[in-house]
């Protein structure tokens, strides 16, 4: 009695220790829903938990596989096992030991049609074979929607530039794979220009990456063409143009210099008059004096 007892005590001893990893508590959280460029690539968001201690990656096996057939692979840690048509374009970008089980597909084509979902294994230490516990989170799968058409970009904000002044033009764009995140390209290269860039996630998946454009723009850059190119992963590229307005200084030389010139002019014939009057007077004043001595020498 009393031996049956420490045995029930025992095996409580190792449930308790047990249950927490082999309970059916697991979770998987994938994005139920994702664009993705063909010929470039895509990233499925995914975390995995569990309840109980720390697992390693080593303990951990991810596969990704058709939500009806299980046996259909599209990412394997063992390359036989994976459908012949993702061979190669399919790797883990997560940690599995850190809860990350996200997928990345590149080269994207046509036919990669899922529903795509995770399952996880617990193996051995000692073979990396694996054991009975299996999770496949088949009610969280995600589905692709195909998309052929790049992406444009997005310019803004669109205003009047002034001459001297810091003007700056943001080209934005967004995307579904961060690992390879499209590269943005202004065609004004001046060495004093400033880019800044910057990528962020929006959410469900989906990124923006964005490139900042800071320079101070002339009275020669009015009516100049601004491109933005973004270049996805795979080569696919997309551009938007804006045309700058540089707002004008007024030149009002053309009425001032001749204005100026007609002043001068007035100045100068004025001094002349005014001294052509006194030479004028002065010479009558002579006159006058020469006549009074010539009457007064025929008196006398």
């Known amino acids: 009695m009393e031996k049956d007892r420490k045995m029930i005590i025992f095996f409580l001893f190792l449930a308790g220790i047990c249950s927490p990893v082999l309970g059916a508590e697991w979770t998987a959280d994938v994005v139920k829903s994702i664009d993705a460029l063909v010929g470039s690539c895509v990233v499925l968001p995914c975390t995995v938990s ?4 720390y697992l390693s990656t080593s303990r951990l096996r991810g596969i990704w596989h058709r939500k009806d057939k299980w046996n259909e692979n599209f990412y394997h840690e063992d390359s036989t096992k994976i459908l012949d048509s993702f061979k190669g374009r399919t790797k883990l970008l997560g940690n599995l030991g850190q809860n990350n089980c996200t997928l990345e597909i590149v080269q994207v084509k046509d036919h990669d049609n899922g529903p795509f979902c995770f399952r996880v294994e617990l193996v051995r230490k000692d073979n990396n074979e694996p054991t009975k516990e299996k999770f496949s989170f088949v009610e969280k799968c995600a589905d692709i929607k195909m998309i052929h058409d790049v992406p444009k970009p997005k310019l803004g904000p669109i ?8 003007y700056t033009l943001t080209c934005s764009v967004h995307h579904t794979c961060p690992s390879h995140r499209p590269q943005i390209k202004w065609s004004r290269e001046n060495k004093d220009d400033e880019i800044t860039e910057v990528h962020k996630p929006i959410h469900s998946g989906i990124w923006e990456a964005e490139s900042i454009l800071s320079f101070v723009p002339e009275e020669k850059d009015d009516e100049s063409e601004l491109i933005c190119t973004a270049t996805f992963n795979g080569g696919m590229k997309s551009e938007e143009k804006f045309t700058l307005n540089v707002k004008r200084i007024e030149n009002y030389n053309h009425i001032i210099i001749p204005a100026v010139a007609v002043a001068a002019t007035a100045v100068i014939f004025g ?3 005014v001294l052509m009057v006194k030479k004028y007077k002065k010479h009558i004043q002579e006159l006058q004096s020469q006549d009074s001595m010539i009457l007064m020498t025929m008196m006398t």
Not at 50 to 53: A, F, I, K, N, V
């Open 50 to 53: 569990h309840p109980g201690t």
């Open 159 to 166: 205003k009047t530039a002034n001459p001297g002044k810091p």
């Open 271 to 273: 001094l002349f008059c």
